[in-house]
């Protein structure tokens, strides 16, 4: 057999050397950063519905509890390493001006638990497009909520928000359950979306404002379809 030339040969061991740099990645096969998963395939969850809420209605301890709870959940999923933020918008109170959900969870993109893109962005999150949805929309433990025409129905998700995701402007009408802290009937009414895009109401296609709830208290979001679930993502 004839001895390999040393142009051929070297070539040959650039080549394989190519080959294996690009095996093994950017990352070195550890923990991945940014979007990127552990492995370096799938994105990090940065987008839920909550699998369950605090259990006092639309009282959720305010923005700053509901916050916290986003964390909680987000943490005993094993994605406690960063910040959440609860999809709410507050109204005008005591000197404090008026809070847009669309303003509290950055610029996007946003991935679901399965690491499935439901937005590039905050424009494309309130437009028609997004990837949300009954299969889009799945908990911090990637499971799907259960909607219309199923049994518990419970597609309500409290946001508070107007379609475009900011904070109804000052009326006579509480649509946040006196910002999130009331649990009590006859104590206002908290704007809903219909995480399945299905329903009644106005705007019965709408992710984050489909209609008014019946009352505040646990019984009454049931009453129409909730159970007093919500949003959470982590801005970027």
């Known amino acids: 057999m004839p001895t390999p030339r040393p142009a051929l040969l070297a070539l040959v061991l650039t080549c394989v050397a190519a080959a294996c740099a690009a095996g093994t ?3 070195g096969g550890g923990a991945a950063t940014g979007t990127a998963a552990a492995g370096g395939g799938q994105p990090r969850m940065t ?3 909550t699998s369950a809420g605090p259990g006092n ?3 959720l301890g305010g923005l700053a509890g509901a916050d916290a709870h986003c964390q909680t959940l987000a943490r005993a999923a094993g994605a406690g390493d960063r910040t959440w933020r609860a999809y709410l918008s507050a109204g005008a109170a005591d000197g404090q001006p008026a809070v847009n959900a669309r303003d509290r969870i950055g610029s996007g ?8 893109q439901v937005a590039a962005n905050v424009a494309d999150l309130h437009g028609e497009t997004n990837g949300l949805g009954k ?3 799945l908990t911090e433990r990637g499971d799907t909520v259960t909607g219309r025409g199923d049994t518990p129905n419970r597609h309500d998700i409290l946001t ?3 379609p475009d995701g900011t904070a109804f402007p000052a009326d006579t009408a509480d649509h946040t359950c006196r910002n999130w802290t009331s649990g009590a009937d006859a104590m206002g009414s908290a704007q809903v979306g219909h995480h399945d895009k299905q329903g009644g109401g106005q705007r019965p296609n709408s992710w984050n404002s489909a209609h008014g709830s ?3 208290s646990q019984a009454n979001l049931r009453g129409t379809g909730g159970d007093g679930l919500y949003y959470c993502f982590a801005p970027r």
């Open 57 to 59: 209605g639309a009282n």
């Open 135 to 137: 299969q889009g929309t």
């Open 25 to 27: 990645g950017t990352a």
């Open 214 to 216: 019946r009352g505040c």
């Open 160 to 162: 508070g928000s107007q």
């Open 47 to 49: 987008f839920f519905v």
């Open 109 to 116: 993109p946003w991935h679901n638990a399965r690491g499935v």
